[in-house]
């Protein structure tokens, strides 16, 4: 089943796997938008705190770069194909934050799109691998199931598949 609520679950389940792994808080993850003015095509919401952090350290620029590429690439996986973000509709704004976090170590947009294009060949990698896979799909389970996710919730599907 290929439908928008079943995409985007797996989507924001990517994005909430990888950021929950690196160390966030998923305070909530929901199908639908958080934000009642938001753009018709926003299909979930996923609120993720690091906690306090300086946003100029290379690490945490690139926790967040993982994290805002896992929803594309658990799409690819769920699909398997493999459009390119910056030019596949739904994805290019999870293109756009992870090239403007990228923009200070790549000032070059050329390097950037190829750190950008390697990052997004290992999450798939990683996030193919049977356990994680398995973790991204319980929690897509999930929110298909209740629509919306806490930090507790996504703590208890991902450590059952990914101690």
Not at 48 to 68: A, F, K, Y
């Amino acid at each position: 089943m290929n439908d928008d609520e079943t995409l985007t679950a797996y989507h924001e389940a990517g994005h909430v796997v990888v950021g929950y792994l690196l160390g966030a808080t998923i305070d909530e993850v929901r199908l639908g938008c958080m934000i009642e003015d938001s753009l018709p095509t926003q299909f979930g919401d996923c609120m993720i705190n690091w906690g306090p952090v300086d946003s100029h350290c290379d690490w945490q620029r690139q926790r967040e770069i993982l994290t805002v590429l896992a929803g594309p690439v658990a799409e690819m996986i769920y699909q398997g194909e493999r459009p390119h973000p910056a030019h596949f509709g739904p994805w290019q704004s999870d293109w756009a934050q992870a090239a403007e976090r990228a923009a200070t170590s790549f000032r070059d947009l050329e390097k950037r799109t190829r750190f950008l294009e390697a990052t997004i060949m290992v999450l798939h990698e990683k996030m193919s691998d049977e356990r994680f896979w398995a973790a991204i799909a319980a929690v897509s389970d999930e929110l298909l199931a209740h629509e919306s996710l806490e930090h507790e919730d996504i703590a208890h599907a991902v450590s059952f598949w990914l101690r």
